[in-house]
T-cell receptor, first 113, second 113 residues
């Protein structure tokens, strides 16, 4: 069973920041939060991951609450090419999960002009 | 650098038949995972191979089997196809076991009639 809860869909205006929430209230201390996205007709693409500190890379920022029960993926300036399904994934340590990714249904993000 | 490639792109089989799907990992990657994605759902982990050995398996029956070759290319075999096996089959490679980023191929769309 997926360990995360995400909204089914959300819209975002082009050029604005997109804030994607994710709840993972049962996360364990050694589990990471990963984000992937899947553009239509393509395989999933890694975006970012974190344990408890906020993280930023060239694609996005990840904000994890202090209690680690929820997180937010931020796309700072959404473009039409960011239209995709975004998956928030809790990933256990290698010994427990072989590094597998347990996908839920994700959030369908539509960026509009 | 060549990304993850999969073949064929599309495939149509009838119930009871057997199918082999192929994946070429990204150069230098020694770990490959296979996922099944039904329409409208997130990918589901089938199994993972590391250095030619199965390293972990999801909740799939034994008629789903795989191979990883010395050059780290991989095959997914499904015997006795059922209608519910119709899905997009994705492979993902990573540079090493437990690597943070998995690189996905575009998938093979299998239709079972």
């Amino acid at each position: 069973d997926a360990k995360t809860t995400q909204p089914t869909s959300m819209d975002c205006a082009e050029g604005r920041a997109a804030n994607l929430p994710c709840n993972h209230s049962t996360i364990s201390g050694n589990e990471y939060v990963y984000w992937y996205r899947q553009i239509h007709s393509q395989g999933p693409q890694y975006i970012i991951h974190g344990l408890k500190n906020n993280e930023t890379n060239e694609m996005a920022s990840l904000i994890i609450t202090e209690d680690r029960k929820s997180s937010t993926l931020i796309l700072p300036h959404a473009t039409l090419r960011d239209t995709a399904v975004y998956y928030c994934i809790v990933r256990g340590p290698l010994t427990d999960s072989w590094g597998k990714l347990q996908f839920g249904a994700g959030t369908q993000v539509v960026v509009t002009p | 650098e060549t990304g993850v490639t999969q073949s064929p792109t599309h495939l149509i089989k009838t119930r009871g038949q057997q199918v082999t799907l192929r994946c070429s990992s990204q150069s230098g990657h020694n770990t490959v995972s296979w996922y099944q994605q039904a329409l409208g759902q997130g990918p589901q982990f089938i199994f993972q191979y590391y250095r030619e050995e199965e390293n972990g398996r999801g909740n799939f029956p034994p008629r789903f089997s795989g191979l990883q070759f010395p050059n780290y290319s991989s095959e997914l075999n499904v015997n006795a196809l059922e209608l519910d096996d119709s899905a997009l089959y994705l492979c993902a490679s990573s540079l090493f076991l437990g690597d943070n980023e998995q690189f996905f191929g575009p998938g093979t769309r299998l239709t079972v009639l």
